[in-house]
């Protein structure tokens, strides 16, 4: 089948999909599927700590998937709900701004279809896949947290979103 190897993933084959982050997302759902938590990784020179390089998403709610399915089936389908999940919130968003139905569908596409989003699948940045259907669901549940000021369960929802960010984004983009 087409989608049971790091060679069939998507994105291109000779960025950091198929020779990095397949192997991170491996490791990583094999250990969860063991019923471990991936603290280390003895494959890396003489070990490395697995949860301090911060690319391999060990506590991301995605990291489900590498633990229940072949990795090269999780990681499509992560990108593909990441992808779908991504231009959900930016439409919510935009109808929460107050636009007509058919300015946000083509905003959400412009957005989804943008390079930001594009070129991540196509370089195989996992961790920044990850890091972007958070964003429009914190400028969506920013702007319900400021047309409902007293509510805590935005403000919580926000947190929430934000920590899902902190738990599945290179550091370098959950900074930017």
């Not at 982050?21 to 003895?42: D, K, Q, T």
């Not at 929460?96 to 946000?104: I, K």
Request: glycine share 6%.
């Amino acid at each position: 089948s087409f989608i049971y190897s790091a060679d069939h993933i998507l994105g291109n084959a000779q960025c950091d999909n198929p020779s990095m982050f397949y192997y991170l997302m491996n490791f990583s759902g094999r250990i969860w599927s063991a019923g471990e938590v991936p603290l280390w990784n003895p494959y890396v020179m003489m070990g490395l700590p697995f949860v301090g390089e911060g690319q391999g998403a060990v506590f991301h709610p995605a990291q489900l998937f590498f633990a229940l399915l072949d990795t090269a089936v999780a990681y499509n389908l992560v990108v593909y709900l990441c992808f779908i999940f991504s231009a959900l919130a930016f439409y919510s968003y935009l109808r929460a701004m107050g636009l007509s139905r058919w300015s946000s569908v083509f905003g959400a596409l412009v957005w989804n279809f943008s390079s930001a989003m594009i070129s991540r699948i196509h370089a195989g940045h996992l961790t920044n896949i990850l890091l972007f259907p958070m964003l429009p669901l914190m400028l969506l549940l920013c702007e319900k947290w400021r047309n409902h000021q007293n509510s805590i369960f935005l403000f919580a929802a926000t947190a929430i979103a934000y920590g899902v960010m902190v738990l599945g984004a290179h550091p370098q983009f959950l900074f930017i």
